[in-house]
């Protein structure tokens, strides 16, 4: 069972600021950027490289409620980043597909 499995599970706690039916958003334990919120997938995907088809409407609802998320935590006329980790290189911790928000201050490209 991966670290976001127990969270959603309510075995290990999160600050959790939004919850439906197939995604939960919680605030990142080390933050990147004054806002930095995950969302995630209630049912597991491992990554993007590993989606099929069938997790195509999940995707979309999980991209569609970062949006959500981002206007919620007042990021929506700033500007936010949206994150998607794939695999160790590409910076992935979890092996849970996740979502990273990040806000609240200009974000440089490309991050260093």
């Known amino acids: ?29 080390k933050p990147q950027a004054p806002t930095h ?31 959500e998320v981002a206007r919620a935590a007042g990021l929506g006329e700033t500007g936010y980043r949206l994150v998607i980790n794939n695999g160790p290189d590409g910076g992935e911790t979890v092996p849970h597909l996740h979502c990273h928000l990040l806000g609240g201050r200009p974000l440089c490209w490309p991050p260093g």
Request: glycine share 4%.
């Open 1 to 29: 069972m991966t670290l976001f499995e127990k969270i959603i599970a309510r075995q290990i706690p999160a600050d959790i600021v939004y919850e439906d039916d197939q995604v939960l958003a919680f605030r990142d334990i």
């Open 37 to 67: 919120i995950l969302i995630i997938p209630k049912r597991h995907v491992t990554r993007v490289n590993e989606a099929q088809s069938g997790d195509a409407a999940l995707l979309g609802h999980l991209l569609l409620k970062a949006a």
